[in-house]
Nanobody, 114 residues
């Protein structure tokens, strides 16, 4: 069974940075793509960024292009999301997901506010 544990969220000022981590277990690392989603209050969960199984292909939502960077370390079965120049509209609970598995982690809260 796939288990996902997100961490690294917090309260940050606009323009600040955070690095999220997603520790994964229960599947063979390096086989499946992974992605980050987020859900703001009152809104649907949306795809933020995705990375392929080898980590050499990525894609991003238009709203985060140029500010966020997704990466993964298959040796550690961990995925990351470096978030720079954060904006108040980035405030949400951030979740990671492994392609083809229905599991979600508990999420990590990111709040961008002055």
């Amino acid at each position: 069974q796939v288990q996902l544990v997100e961490s690294g969220g917090g309260l940050v000022l606009p323009g600040g940075s955070l690095r999220l981590s997603c520790a994964a277990s229960g599947f063979t690392s390096g086989i499946f793509g992974m992605s980050w989603y987020r859900q703001a209050p009152g809104k649907e969960r949306e795809l933020v960024a995705a990375i392929n199984n080898l980590g050499d292909s990525t894609n991003y939502a238009d709203s985060v292009k140029g500010r966020f960077t997704i990466s993964r370390d298959n040796a550690k079965n961990t995925m990351y999301l470096q978030m720079n120049n954060l904006k108040p509209e980035d405030t949400a609970v951030y979740y990671c997901k492994v392609a083809r598995f229905p599991s979600w982690g508990q999420g990590t809260q990111v709040t961008v506010s002055s």
